[in-house]
C-alpha cells in the first residue's frame, strides 16, 4: 500500500510541473513583442543630407546678396538721375542780376580793323571778331574787345575791371578769384577794361558803367564790388560753352 501511494505522488507531481512549465509557455507567448528601434540614417546618408542643406543655403546668401546689391544699384541710380536733374535745372536758372543779349553773330573781320557793326553791350558778348583771340590768364595789357570777343566764342568767360588810377587791390583780390581757374587751363581771361583808350580818334574801349563785369558769350553781369561767390558761380555756369557756328567763324 505505502509503496502504491509513493508511486501515485510521484505521478502528481509529474504532472503539476508539467502544467506549470505549460503555463509559462503560454504566458512567454502572449508577452508583446517589444517596440522596434527606429532605423538611423547611415552616416553617408547623413552627410548627404548635411551637404543639401549646405547648397540650399549657400544660394539663399547668394539670393539675398544679389537682391540687395540691386536695391543698392537702384538707390545709386536713382541719386545720380537726381545730382543729373538738379544740375541741369541749376544751369537753366540765370545768375541773379545777368542781362542776356541777341547774338550778333560770329562773323571774322580783318585783324587790325575796327568792327563796323556797333556791339549791343558794353563790354561785347557776341558779334564781329578777329581770327585770334587773347591767351588765356590775366593780361597786363589792355586787349581789345574783337580779340576778346573771339575767346568768348571759344567757351570762354572774360573778367573786366575797370577802375581810375592805381588798380592793385581791385586787381589782388580779382586775381585771387580766378587765380584758381586759370592754373588748372580753364578758359578765363582777367583784364582791364579802359575807356580812356583812344587810337586813330577811336575809342577802343567804352565805359562799363561798373568797376567789374563777367562777360560770356551773350551773357553779361555787372558788379560794384568783387563778389567771389557770383564770380564763380558765373563761370562755373558759362565756361566751356563753345558757340562756333558751322562754317562761321
Not at 505505502?2 to 509529474?14: E, F, I, P, V
Not at 581770327?131 to 597786363?140: F, K, M, R, S
Request: net charge neutral.
Amino acid at each position: 500500500m505505502a509503496k502504491h501511494k509513493g508511486s501515485g505522488g510521484k505521478s502528481a507531481n509529474t504532472q503539476a510541473a508539467a502544467k506549470q512549465s505549460a503555463g509559462a509557455a503560454e504566458a512567454v507567448a502572449v508577452a508583446p513583442p517589444p517596440a522596434p528601434t527606429p532605423a538611423q540614417p547611415s552616416k553617408g546618408a547623413a552627410a548627404t543630407m548635411s551637404r543639401k542643406e549646405m547648397l540650399r543655403e549657400a544660394a539663399a546668401r547668394k539670393r539675398r546678396k544679389q537682391n540687395m546689391y540691386v536695391a543698392i544699384g537702384g538707390i545709386i541710380v536713382a541719386l545720380i538721375v537726381v545730382a543729373i536733374g538738379y544740375a541741369v535745372y541749376r544751369n537753366s536758372l540765370p545768375v541773379v542780376g545777368e542781362t542776356t543779349f541777341p547774338t550778333q553773330g560770329n562773323l571774322h573781320i580783318p585783324e587790325g580793323t575796327n568792327h563796323t557793326a556797333a556791339y549791343n553791350s558794353t563790354p561785347p558778348t557776341s558779334g564781329q571778331h578777329y581770327a585770334n583771340l587773347a591767351p588765356w590768364g590775366v593780361q597786363d595789357q589792355d586787349v581789345r574787345y574783337e580779340y576778346l570777343v573771339h575767346n568768348l566764342e571759344d567757351a570762354g568767360v572774360i573778367v573786366y575791371y575797370q577802375c581810375d588810377g592805381d588798380c592793385t587791390d581791385l586787381v589782388n583780390q580779382l586775381e585771387a578769384v580766378v587765380k584758381p581757374y586759370i592754373d588748372s587751363g580753364r578758359h578765363v581771361v582777367l583784364t582791364r577794361n579802359d575807356p580812356k583808350w583812344v587810337e586813330n580818334g577811336v575809342h577802343l574801349h567804352q565805359d562799363m558803367g561798373a568797376p567789374i563785369a563777367l562777360v560770356a558769350w551773350q551773357k553779361l553781369k555787372l558788379l560794384k564790388e568783387v563778389d567771389p561767390d557770383t564770380i564763380r558761380t558765373f563761370i562755373d555756369k558759362y565756361e566751356g560753352i563753345d558757340h562756333h557756328q558751322a562754317g562761321i567763324g
